[in-house]
Protein backbone atom coordinates (compact mmCIF):
# COMPACT_ATOMS: atom_id res chain seq x y z
CA UNK A 1 0.00 0.00 0.00
CA UNK A 2 1.47 3.27 -0.67
CA UNK A 3 1.18 6.98 1.13
CA UNK A 4 -1.66 7.56 -1.30
CA UNK A 5 -3.74 4.05 -0.92
CA UNK A 6 -3.02 4.82 3.04
CA UNK A 7 -4.66 8.17 2.79
CA UNK A 8 -7.44 7.38 0.65
CA UNK A 9 -8.35 4.30 3.28
CA UNK A 10 -8.17 6.27 6.27
CA UNK A 11 -10.71 8.85 4.76
CA UNK A 12 -12.95 6.37 3.68
CA UNK A 13 -12.87 4.77 6.90
CA UNK A 14 -13.47 8.30 8.40
CA UNK A 15 -16.82 8.71 6.01
CA UNK A 16 -17.88 4.36 7.42
CA UNK A 17 -17.60 5.71 10.75
CA UNK A 18 -19.65 8.63 10.82
CA UNK A 19 -22.91 6.49 8.41
CA UNK A 20 -22.35 3.15 10.82
CA UNK A 21 -24.66 4.40 13.23
CA UNK A 22 -27.60 5.23 11.17
CA UNK A 23 -26.82 1.98 9.21
CA UNK A 24 -26.86 -0.02 12.74
CA UNK A 25 -30.25 2.18 13.98
CA UNK A 26 -31.77 1.24 10.87
CA UNK A 27 -31.87 -2.34 10.78
CA UNK A 28 -32.52 -2.73 14.60
CA UNK A 29 -36.28 -1.92 13.77
CA UNK A 30 -37.05 -5.47 14.54
CA UNK A 31 -34.14 -7.39 16.77
CA UNK A 32 -31.56 -9.09 15.72
CA UNK A 33 -28.13 -10.53 17.59
CA UNK A 34 -24.89 -9.60 16.41
CA UNK A 35 -23.54 -12.28 14.23
CA UNK A 36 -27.06 -11.77 11.90
CA UNK A 37 -26.86 -8.23 11.76
CA UNK A 38 -23.10 -7.90 10.46
CA UNK A 39 -24.64 -10.17 7.34
CA UNK A 40 -27.26 -8.01 7.30
CA UNK A 41 -25.26 -5.26 6.76
CA UNK A 42 -23.23 -7.04 4.73
CA UNK A 43 -25.58 -8.14 2.29
CA UNK A 44 -26.73 -4.35 2.16
CA UNK A 45 -23.47 -3.40 1.37
CA UNK A 46 -21.78 -2.20 4.37
CA UNK A 47 -18.86 -4.63 5.74
CA UNK A 48 -18.05 -4.39 9.58
CA UNK A 49 -15.52 -6.23 11.86
CA UNK A 50 -16.87 -8.02 14.47
CA UNK A 51 -14.30 -6.35 16.93
CA UNK A 52 -16.16 -2.89 15.80
CA UNK A 53 -19.84 -3.94 16.06
CA UNK A 54 -20.34 -5.52 19.03
CA UNK A 55 -18.54 -2.50 21.32
CA UNK A 56 -20.84 -0.21 19.21
CA UNK A 57 -24.07 -2.24 19.99
CA UNK A 58 -22.94 -2.33 23.83
CA UNK A 59 -22.38 1.60 23.76
CA UNK A 60 -25.55 2.13 22.42
CA UNK A 61 -26.96 -0.05 24.77
CA UNK A 62 -25.66 1.59 27.09
CA UNK A 63 -26.48 4.85 25.90
CA UNK A 64 -30.56 3.69 26.04
CA UNK A 65 -30.28 4.45 22.05
CA UNK A 66 -30.97 0.16 22.21
CA UNK A 67 -32.22 -1.87 24.22
CA UNK A 68 -30.97 -5.78 24.77
CA UNK A 69 -32.28 -9.27 25.46
CA UNK A 70 -30.78 -12.83 26.00
CA UNK A 71 -33.10 -15.28 24.08
CA UNK A 72 -32.82 -18.44 23.43
CA UNK A 73 -34.27 -19.00 19.46
CA UNK A 74 -32.42 -21.99 17.62
CA UNK A 75 -29.55 -24.18 19.80
CA UNK A 76 -28.46 -21.25 22.09
CA UNK A 77 -29.11 -18.03 23.67
CA UNK A 78 -28.00 -15.05 21.97
CA UNK A 79 -28.41 -11.22 22.81
CA UNK A 80 -30.36 -9.46 20.21
CA UNK A 81 -30.56 -6.45 20.31
CA UNK A 82 -33.50 -3.38 19.04
CA UNK A 83 -33.81 -0.23 18.69
CA UNK A 84 -35.49 2.26 21.81
CA UNK A 85 -37.97 4.97 21.74
CA UNK A 86 -35.18 7.32 22.09
CA UNK A 87 -32.98 5.44 19.31
CA UNK A 88 -36.14 6.08 17.04
CA UNK A 89 -36.19 9.19 17.62
CA UNK A 90 -32.69 10.06 17.19
CA UNK A 91 -32.47 7.50 14.03
CA UNK A 92 -35.52 10.01 12.58
CA UNK A 93 -33.39 12.75 13.11
CA UNK A 94 -30.14 11.34 11.81
CA UNK A 95 -31.85 10.20 8.77
CA UNK A 96 -32.83 13.75 8.42
CA UNK A 97 -29.26 15.31 8.24
CA UNK A 98 -27.84 12.65 6.78
CA UNK A 99 -30.35 13.06 3.42
CA UNK A 100 -29.71 17.01 4.16
CA UNK A 101 -25.78 16.25 3.89
CA UNK A 102 -25.85 13.67 1.18
CA UNK A 103 -28.06 16.41 -0.91
CA UNK A 104 -25.37 18.98 -0.71
CA UNK A 105 -22.65 16.61 -1.27
CA UNK A 106 -24.15 15.34 -4.34
CA UNK A 107 -24.90 19.21 -5.48
CA UNK A 108 -21.28 19.69 -5.00
CA UNK A 109 -19.66 17.03 -7.04
CA UNK A 110 -22.18 17.80 -9.75
CA UNK B 1 -13.89 -26.16 22.13
CA UNK B 2 -11.53 -25.24 24.73
CA UNK B 3 -9.89 -23.03 22.77
CA UNK B 4 -12.96 -20.82 22.64
CA UNK B 5 -13.28 -20.73 26.50
CA UNK B 6 -9.57 -19.61 26.39
CA UNK B 7 -10.28 -16.92 23.35
CA UNK B 8 -12.93 -15.58 25.82
CA UNK B 9 -11.05 -15.50 28.89
CA UNK B 10 -8.00 -13.44 27.36
CA UNK B 11 -10.60 -11.15 25.59
CA UNK B 12 -12.51 -10.57 28.67
CA UNK B 13 -9.83 -10.22 31.57
CA UNK B 14 -9.00 -6.79 30.30
CA UNK B 15 -12.29 -5.70 30.56
CA UNK B 16 -14.25 -4.10 33.84
CA UNK B 17 -15.22 -7.03 35.79
CA UNK B 18 -18.55 -6.48 35.97
CA UNK B 19 -19.20 -6.40 32.04
CA UNK B 20 -17.01 -9.71 31.51
CA UNK B 21 -19.44 -12.50 32.02
CA UNK B 22 -22.41 -10.77 29.52
CA UNK B 23 -19.32 -9.39 27.17
CA UNK B 24 -18.11 -13.09 27.30
CA UNK B 25 -21.00 -15.10 26.78
CA UNK B 26 -21.77 -12.36 23.47
CA UNK B 27 -18.60 -13.35 22.22
CA UNK B 28 -18.93 -17.26 22.47
CA UNK B 29 -22.64 -17.14 20.83
CA UNK B 30 -20.90 -14.92 17.94
CA UNK B 31 -17.85 -17.49 18.11
CA UNK B 32 -20.41 -20.17 17.75
CA UNK B 33 -22.57 -18.33 14.66
CA UNK B 34 -19.47 -18.03 12.52
CA UNK B 35 -18.88 -21.55 12.92
CA UNK B 36 -22.41 -22.61 11.97
CA UNK B 37 -22.42 -20.15 8.95
CA UNK B 38 -19.23 -21.40 7.96
CA UNK B 39 -19.37 -25.21 8.74
CA UNK B 40 -22.69 -26.16 9.35
CA UNK B 41 -24.38 -27.04 12.88
CA UNK B 42 -22.35 -29.72 14.28
CA UNK B 43 -22.25 -30.31 18.16
CA UNK B 44 -18.57 -30.16 17.93
CA UNK B 45 -16.12 -28.38 15.71
CA UNK B 46 -12.70 -29.41 14.96
CA UNK B 47 -9.54 -27.55 16.11
CA UNK B 48 -8.62 -26.10 13.10
CA UNK B 49 -12.07 -25.45 11.94
CA UNK B 50 -12.05 -23.14 15.42
CA UNK B 51 -8.88 -21.34 14.77
CA UNK B 52 -9.43 -20.61 11.43
CA UNK B 53 -12.18 -18.40 12.65
CA UNK B 54 -10.53 -16.93 15.62
CA UNK B 55 -7.39 -16.25 13.33
CA UNK B 56 -10.25 -14.15 11.18
CA UNK B 57 -11.49 -12.28 14.65
CA UNK B 58 -7.44 -11.19 15.22
CA UNK B 59 -5.75 -11.12 18.62
CA UNK B 60 -7.68 -11.18 21.94
CA UNK B 61 -6.18 -7.95 22.38
CA UNK B 62 -7.45 -6.59 19.20
CA UNK B 63 -10.86 -7.72 20.28
CA UNK B 64 -10.61 -5.95 23.84
CA UNK B 65 -9.84 -3.05 22.39
CA UNK B 66 -12.75 -2.13 20.82
CA UNK B 67 -14.15 -1.77 24.53
CA UNK B 68 -11.78 0.75 25.71
CA UNK B 69 -14.55 3.62 26.18
CA UNK B 70 -15.45 1.64 29.05
CA UNK B 71 -12.36 2.32 30.84
CA UNK B 72 -11.88 5.52 29.54
CA UNK B 73 -10.39 6.64 32.95
CA UNK B 74 -7.22 9.22 33.63
CA UNK B 75 -5.27 5.25 33.98
CA UNK B 76 -6.22 2.47 31.32
CA UNK B 77 -6.76 -0.64 32.34
CA UNK B 78 -3.03 -1.63 31.20
CA UNK B 79 -1.27 0.48 33.86
CA UNK B 80 -4.12 0.16 36.31
CA UNK B 81 -2.42 -3.73 36.57
CA UNK B 82 0.42 -2.12 37.84
CA UNK B 83 -1.05 1.27 39.21
CA UNK B 84 -3.07 -1.49 41.99
CA UNK B 85 -1.40 -3.70 43.10
CA UNK B 86 2.22 -1.05 43.37
CA UNK B 87 0.01 1.48 45.07
CA UNK B 88 -1.37 -1.19 47.41
CA UNK B 89 2.07 -2.76 48.19
CA UNK B 90 3.12 0.69 49.23
CA UNK B 91 0.40 1.66 51.48
CA UNK B 92 0.59 -1.54 53.11
CA UNK B 93 4.17 -1.93 54.06
CA UNK B 94 4.31 2.07 55.07
CA UNK B 95 1.06 1.13 57.19
CA UNK B 96 2.71 -1.98 58.72
CA UNK B 97 5.90 0.23 59.09
CA UNK B 98 3.84 2.81 61.26
CA UNK B 99 1.95 0.72 63.68
CA UNK B 100 5.12 -1.25 64.20
CA UNK B 101 6.81 1.48 65.03
CA UNK B 102 4.51 2.70 67.14
CA UNK B 103 3.96 -0.77 69.13
CA UNK B 104 8.34 -0.21 69.82
CA UNK B 105 7.22 3.62 71.27
CA UNK B 106 5.38 2.35 73.22
CA UNK B 107 8.58 0.48 75.21
CA UNK B 108 9.86 3.21 76.26
CA UNK B 109 10.63 4.19 79.87
CA UNK B 110 7.51 6.56 81.81
CA UNK B 111 4.66 5.39 79.33
CA UNK B 112 1.64 5.79 80.75
CA UNK B 113 -2.34 4.98 80.09
CA UNK B 114 -2.98 8.69 78.67
CA UNK B 115 0.47 8.48 76.76
CA UNK B 116 -0.62 5.60 75.19
CA UNK B 117 -3.75 6.70 74.06
CA UNK B 118 -2.30 9.71 72.96
CA UNK B 119 0.19 8.13 70.64
CA UNK B 120 -2.37 6.07 69.45
CA UNK B 121 -4.49 8.50 68.59
CA UNK B 122 -1.69 10.06 65.97
CA UNK B 123 -0.96 6.89 64.49
CA UNK B 124 -4.13 6.47 62.72
CA UNK B 125 -3.83 10.31 61.42
CA UNK B 126 -0.65 9.69 60.57
CA UNK B 127 -1.37 6.49 58.68
CA UNK B 128 -4.08 8.63 56.92
CA UNK B 129 -2.17 11.21 55.54
CA UNK B 130 1.11 8.96 54.39
CA UNK B 131 -1.61 6.69 52.59
CA UNK B 132 -3.26 9.67 50.94
CA UNK B 133 0.24 11.08 50.28
CA UNK B 134 1.20 7.65 48.45
CA UNK B 135 -2.25 7.59 46.69
CA UNK B 136 -1.90 10.99 45.26
CA UNK B 137 1.82 10.88 44.40
CA UNK B 138 1.52 6.94 42.73
CA UNK B 139 -1.67 8.24 40.62
CA UNK B 140 -0.05 11.48 39.57
CA UNK B 141 2.68 9.64 38.16
CA UNK B 142 0.59 6.93 36.54
CA UNK B 143 -1.17 9.98 34.59
CA UNK B 144 1.71 11.73 33.98
CA UNK B 145 2.92 8.33 32.43
CA UNK B 146 -0.45 7.45 30.64
CA UNK B 147 -0.70 10.71 29.19
CA UNK B 148 2.96 11.86 28.23
CA UNK B 149 4.40 8.31 27.01
CA UNK B 150 3.17 8.17 23.12
CA UNK B 151 2.96 4.36 23.60
CA UNK B 152 0.75 4.04 26.47
CA UNK B 153 -2.30 6.34 24.95
CA UNK B 154 -4.75 3.61 23.86
CA UNK B 155 -7.46 5.57 22.19
CA UNK B 156 -6.60 6.45 18.98
CA UNK B 157 -7.78 4.05 16.12
CA UNK B 158 -4.06 4.55 14.70
CA UNK B 159 -2.38 2.49 17.27
CA UNK B 160 -5.18 0.21 16.90
CA UNK B 161 -4.48 -0.23 12.98
CA UNK B 162 -0.26 -0.25 13.49
CA UNK B 163 -1.45 -3.42 16.02
CA UNK B 164 -3.56 -5.07 13.93
CA UNK B 165 -0.81 -4.77 11.10
CA UNK B 166 1.48 -6.11 13.54
CA UNK B 167 -0.50 -8.66 14.70
CA UNK B 168 -1.76 -10.35 11.32
CA UNK B 169 1.06 -12.23 10.69
CA UNK B 170 2.26 -13.02 14.16
CA UNK B 171 -0.85 -14.01 16.24
CA UNK B 172 -2.33 -17.90 16.20
CA UNK B 173 -5.21 -19.22 18.55
CA UNK B 174 -3.28 -21.71 20.06
CA UNK B 175 -0.89 -19.33 21.37
CA UNK B 176 -3.69 -18.21 23.86
CA UNK B 177 -2.79 -19.29 27.40
CA UNK B 178 -5.03 -21.88 29.44
CA UNK B 179 -7.95 -20.22 31.37
CA UNK B 180 -6.62 -20.30 35.01
CA UNK B 181 -8.74 -23.07 37.18
CA UNK B 182 -9.05 -23.58 40.64
CA UNK B 183 -5.92 -24.06 42.39
CA UNK B 184 -4.03 -21.93 39.37
CA UNK B 185 -6.34 -18.75 40.18
CA UNK B 186 -4.30 -16.08 42.46
CA UNK B 187 -6.02 -13.35 44.25
CA UNK B 188 -4.53 -9.88 43.93
CA UNK B 189 -4.16 -9.55 48.14
CA UNK B 190 -2.41 -12.62 48.19
CA UNK B 191 0.80 -11.99 46.69
CA UNK B 192 0.94 -8.21 47.33
CA UNK B 193 0.60 -9.14 51.67
CA UNK B 194 3.11 -11.32 50.90
CA UNK B 195 5.27 -8.93 49.83
CA UNK B 196 4.06 -6.21 52.62
CA UNK B 197 5.39 -9.01 55.29
CA UNK B 198 8.65 -9.88 53.62
CA UNK B 199 9.43 -5.76 53.54
CA UNK B 200 8.59 -5.22 56.66
CA UNK B 201 10.62 -8.32 58.02
CA UNK B 202 13.77 -7.07 55.67
CA UNK B 203 14.04 -3.95 57.49
CA UNK B 204 13.19 -4.99 60.80
CA UNK B 205 15.87 -7.65 60.60
CA UNK B 206 18.48 -5.32 58.32
CA UNK B 207 18.02 -2.01 60.45
CA UNK B 208 16.94 -2.72 63.59
CA UNK B 209 18.04 -6.03 64.94
CA UNK B 210 18.98 -4.82 68.00
CA UNK B 211 15.39 -3.62 68.80
CA UNK B 212 14.44 -7.17 68.36
CA UNK B 213 14.05 -8.80 71.65
CA UNK B 214 11.67 -9.17 74.96
CA UNK B 215 9.70 -6.27 76.51
CA UNK B 216 8.62 -5.95 79.59
CA UNK B 217 7.67 -4.04 82.02
CA UNK B 218 6.73 -4.94 86.02
CA UNK B 219 4.19 -2.58 86.16
CA UNK B 220 1.81 -0.64 84.03
CA UNK B 221 3.43 2.84 83.58
CA UNK B 222 6.67 2.36 85.52
CA UNK B 223 8.96 1.95 81.89
CA UNK B 224 9.81 -1.20 79.60
CA UNK B 225 12.58 -3.11 80.07
CA UNK B 226 14.30 -4.79 77.27
CA UNK B 227 16.02 -7.98 76.44
CA UNK B 228 17.82 -8.48 73.07
CA UNK B 229 16.64 -12.14 72.03
CA UNK B 230 18.89 -13.00 68.92
CA UNK B 231 22.23 -13.61 69.40
CA UNK B 232 24.56 -11.03 67.02
CA UNK B 233 26.58 -13.60 65.79
CA UNK B 234 24.10 -15.94 64.66
CA UNK B 235 22.45 -13.26 63.13
CA UNK B 236 25.01 -11.54 60.88
CA UNK B 237 25.72 -16.10 59.81
CA UNK B 238 21.95 -15.77 58.76
CA UNK B 239 20.99 -12.78 57.74
CA UNK B 240 22.43 -12.98 54.31
CA UNK B 241 21.01 -16.26 53.71
CA UNK B 242 17.43 -15.26 54.97
CA UNK B 243 18.01 -11.93 52.75
CA UNK B 244 18.38 -14.40 49.89
CA UNK B 245 14.81 -15.87 50.29
CA UNK B 246 13.28 -13.02 51.39
CA UNK B 247 14.46 -11.55 47.76
CA UNK B 248 13.42 -14.59 46.25
CA UNK B 249 10.10 -14.80 47.39
CA UNK B 250 9.33 -11.08 46.75
CA UNK B 251 10.21 -12.07 43.26
CA UNK B 252 8.01 -14.82 43.19
CA UNK B 253 4.87 -12.16 44.41
CA UNK B 254 6.11 -10.17 41.58
CA UNK B 255 5.71 -12.38 39.21
CA UNK B 256 2.31 -13.53 40.60
CA UNK B 257 1.20 -10.35 40.56
CA UNK B 258 1.54 -10.23 36.94
CA UNK B 259 0.28 -13.16 35.70
CA UNK B 260 -2.39 -13.73 38.30
CA UNK B 261 -2.20 -17.15 38.11
CA UNK B 262 0.31 -20.02 38.97
CA UNK B 263 1.91 -21.15 36.23
CA UNK B 264 4.06 -24.19 36.15
CA UNK B 265 7.12 -22.62 36.42
CA UNK B 266 5.92 -20.59 39.05
CA UNK B 267 5.42 -23.62 40.56
CA UNK B 268 8.68 -25.02 40.70
CA UNK B 269 9.99 -21.75 41.57
CA UNK B 270 7.78 -21.84 44.95
CA UNK B 271 9.12 -25.59 45.42
CA UNK B 272 12.54 -24.79 44.70
CA UNK B 273 12.53 -21.76 47.04
CA UNK B 274 11.01 -23.97 49.78
CA UNK B 275 13.56 -26.88 49.56
CA UNK B 276 16.39 -23.07 50.25
CA UNK B 277 14.48 -22.51 53.23
CA UNK B 278 14.76 -25.97 54.15
CA UNK B 279 18.65 -25.60 53.53
CA UNK B 280 18.49 -23.10 55.58
CA UNK B 281 17.00 -23.70 58.23
CA UNK B 282 18.97 -26.79 58.52
CA UNK B 283 22.25 -25.35 58.72
CA UNK B 284 20.33 -23.14 61.52
CA UNK B 285 19.65 -26.29 63.26
CA UNK B 286 23.68 -26.97 62.97
CA UNK B 287 25.70 -23.46 62.86
CA UNK B 288 25.40 -20.94 65.70
CA UNK B 289 22.36 -21.06 68.19
CA UNK B 290 19.92 -18.51 66.90
CA UNK B 291 19.08 -17.47 70.67
CA UNK B 292 21.89 -17.35 72.84
CA UNK B 293 20.70 -18.39 75.86
CA UNK B 294 23.59 -18.38 78.19
CA UNK B 295 24.00 -14.41 77.31
CA UNK B 296 19.76 -14.16 77.73
CA UNK B 297 19.63 -15.77 81.89
CA UNK B 298 23.22 -13.53 81.87
CA UNK B 299 20.67 -10.22 82.04
CA UNK B 300 18.56 -11.56 84.56
CA UNK B 301 18.39 -9.84 88.22
CA UNK B 302 15.79 -10.74 90.41
CA UNK B 303 12.74 -9.15 88.23
CA UNK B 304 14.09 -10.09 84.58
CA UNK B 305 14.61 -13.62 85.39
CA UNK B 306 11.18 -13.80 86.37
CA UNK B 307 10.09 -12.60 82.45
CA UNK B 308 12.42 -15.22 81.07
CA UNK B 309 11.23 -18.23 83.33
CA UNK B 310 9.15 -19.58 79.80
CA UNK B 311 12.09 -18.73 77.37
CA UNK B 312 14.97 -20.48 80.26
CA UNK B 313 12.68 -23.20 80.41
CA UNK B 314 13.59 -23.96 76.73
CA UNK B 315 16.61 -25.20 76.14
CA UNK B 316 18.69 -24.88 72.88
CA UNK B 317 17.67 -28.38 71.96
CA UNK B 318 14.09 -27.57 71.89
CA UNK B 319 14.71 -24.64 69.49
CA UNK B 320 16.45 -27.63 66.92
CA UNK B 321 12.96 -29.40 67.49
CA UNK B 322 11.24 -26.61 66.74
CA UNK B 323 13.19 -25.99 63.49
CA UNK B 324 12.63 -29.70 62.67
CA UNK B 325 9.15 -29.15 63.38
CA UNK B 326 9.35 -26.10 60.70
CA UNK B 327 11.04 -28.17 58.06
CA UNK B 328 8.64 -31.16 58.10
CA UNK B 329 5.86 -28.51 57.86
CA UNK B 330 7.72 -26.93 54.87
CA UNK B 331 8.28 -30.75 53.37
CA UNK B 332 4.55 -31.26 53.66
CA UNK B 333 4.07 -27.88 51.69
CA UNK B 334 6.47 -28.83 48.91
CA UNK B 335 4.14 -31.84 48.87
CA UNK B 336 1.08 -30.31 48.97
CA UNK B 337 2.67 -27.89 46.14
CA UNK B 338 3.11 -31.05 43.96
CA UNK B 339 0.08 -32.37 44.26
CA UNK B 340 -1.23 -29.18 42.90
CA UNK B 341 1.10 -29.34 39.66
CA UNK B 342 -0.25 -32.64 38.89
CA UNK B 343 -3.74 -31.67 39.67
CA UNK B 344 -3.96 -28.20 37.69
CA UNK B 345 -1.15 -27.93 35.31
CA UNK B 346 -0.60 -31.52 33.97
CA UNK B 347 -4.70 -32.14 33.86
CA UNK B 348 -4.95 -28.95 31.42
CA UNK B 349 -1.76 -30.06 29.69
CA UNK B 350 -3.21 -33.61 28.52
CA UNK B 351 -6.18 -32.74 26.12
CA UNK B 352 -4.25 -29.88 24.50
CA UNK B 353 -2.25 -32.62 22.73
CA UNK B 354 -4.29 -34.85 21.77
Same mark, same amino acid.
Given at each position: ??????????????????????????????????????????????????????????? @?????? @????????????????????????? @???????????????????? | &??????????????????????????????????????????????????????????????? !????? *? &????????????????????????????????????????? &????????????????????? !??????????????????????????????????????? *?????????????????? *???????????????????????????????????????????????????????????????????????????????????????????????????????? &??????????????????????????????????????????????????????????????
Amino acid at each position: MNEQDKKYENAVLEIRRGTLLICVLSQLKSPHYGYELIQLLATGGIEIDQNTLYPLLRR @LEEQNI @LTSDWSVEGSRPRKYYSISDEGTEL @LARLSEEWNRISKSVSEMLA | &MELIERYVYAVVKWLPKKKRNDIGRELESSIYDALESRFGEKTEYTEEEISEILSEMGSPWKA !AAGYT *W &MSDRLISPELLQIYFPLTLIICGAVTLGLTISFLVGIFIPG &MTFGRFILRFLELIPSILVSV !ATIVGFTTIIFALIEHSIPGYKIKPQLEKQRRQAAEKST *WKPSDLPAVPKGKQKVAL *WEPILGICFTIVFVVLFNMFPDKLGIYYTQQWGSGWNFVPIFSESALRTYLPYWNILWGLSVILNILLIVKLRWTLSLRLFDIVIAFMQIAVIGAMIKGPELID &MEKLLSYSNADVAEALTPLAELSNNSIDILLIILIVAISLGILGKIVNIFKTDINIRIPEDK
